[in-house]
């Protein structure tokens, strides 16, 4: 059986029994297709009980159709869903973060969302097809971050075209998270109470950014065109 990457954890708090999904790590090794690590059973295992459930998130992404999956069934769950990203929810675990009722992050947690990718092997029609299905895994993912975060589709669009990273602050600035967990807790600061920034940054502006730096300014200083490629094949690893 391949690994499962959830685990469900119940608590009793009060006499009510409260439940707890923990999403650690990449989500689906390879594919949910003709292995025991199926959508049949995750839906068992969560309408196995009712009432409210925590989702706690740490993950780098996986399958975008398993996540798919696991968003849908968390959207349709009677109860209220409260997602807490741990650590990361990445790529495809950023939009099943976004099936929360309220969706908290810890304020050392970040969020990435980036366009789906793939690997396709073949003529230029073959090539042609996969990225009009990438297109149309794009919409799809972009419809989970419209319904939650209510932001301009192109917006989203371009913030995928960059692959984004949030701090908890900027989710919750961009909508993709609701609040920051222990927010108003009673903490002490020796350097004093610090407001936490909202912070993102790009894959795109981080690359750019290193470009410019191998780039001469001055149009008679001129680098070797073998040691320019080195420098960057160095920096696409």
């Given at each position: 059986m391949?690994?499962?990457?959830?685990?469900?954890?119940?608590?009793?708090v009060?006499?009510?029994?409260?439940?707890?999904?923990?999403?650690?790590?990449?989500?689906?090794?390879e594919?949910?297709?003709?292995?025991?690590?199926?959508p049949?059973?995750?839906?068992?295992?969560?309408?196995?009980?009712?009432?409210?459930?925590?989702?706690?998130?740490?993950?780098?992404?996986?399958?975008?159709f398993?996540?798919?999956?696991?968003?849908?069934?968390?959207?349709?769950?009677?109860?209220?869903?409260?997602?807490?990203v741990?650590?990361?929810?990445?790529?495809?675990?950023?939009?099943?973060?976004?099936?929360?009722?309220?969706?908290?992050?810890?304020?050392?947690?970040?969020?990435?969302?980036h366009?789906?990718?793939?690997?396709?092997?073949?003529?230029?029609?073959?090539?042609?097809?996969?990225?009009?299905?990438?297109?149309?895994?794009?919409?799809?993912i972009?419809?989970?971050?419209?319904?939650?975060?209510?932001?301009?589709?192109?917006?989203?669009s371009?913030?995928?075209?960059?692959?984004?990273?949030?701090?908890?602050?900027?989710?919750?600035?961009?909508?993709?998270?609701?609040?920051?967990?222990?927010?108003?807790?009673?903490?002490?600061?020796?350097?004093?109470?610090k407001?936490?920034?909202?912070?993102?940054?790009?894959?795109?502006?981080?690359?750019?950014?290193?470009l410019?730096?191998?780039?001469?300014?001055?149009?008679?200083?001129?680098?070797?065109?073998?040691?320019?490629?080195?420098?960057?094949q160095?920096?696409?690893?």
């Open positions: 391949k690994r499962k990457f959830w685990n469900w954890i119940k608590n009793d009060g006499g009510e029994e409260e439940r707890t999904l923990v999403l650690n790590g990449e989500i689906s090794d594919t949910w297709y003709g292995d025991e690590v199926t049949a059973l995750f839906a068992k295992e969560l309408n196995a009980g009712s009432g409210n459930i925590t989702v706690w998130i740490n993950s780098p992404g996986g399958d975008v398993a996540a798919a999956q696991i968003y849908n069934l968390l959207m349709e769950y009677k109860g209220d869903v409260t997602v807490k741990d650590a990361l929810a990445a790529s495809a675990a950023s939009v099943i973060a976004m099936a929360g009722t309220t969706v908290l992050m810890s304020p050392v947690a970040m969020m990435m969302i366009n789906p990718i793939t690997v396709a092997i073949g003529d230029s029609k073959e090539m042609q097809k996969a990225g009009e299905m990438l297109n149309e895994v794009k919409e799809g972009m419809n989970a971050y419209e319904i939650k975060t209510g932001m301009d589709r192109k917006k989203i371009h913030l995928m075209d960059a692959e984004s990273w949030f701090n908890a602050k900027k989710a919750v600035e961009l909508g993709f998270a609701d609040g920051i967990l222990h927010e108003g807790e009673d903490t002490e600061d020796v350097a004093g109470e407001e936490l920034e909202g912070l993102m940054f790009s894959r795109t502006a981080v690359t750019n950014s290193l410019t730096k191998l780039i001469p300014k001055k149009p008679e200083a001129k680098i070797p065109i073998e040691q320019l490629e080195k420098r960057l160095l920096l696409s690893h």
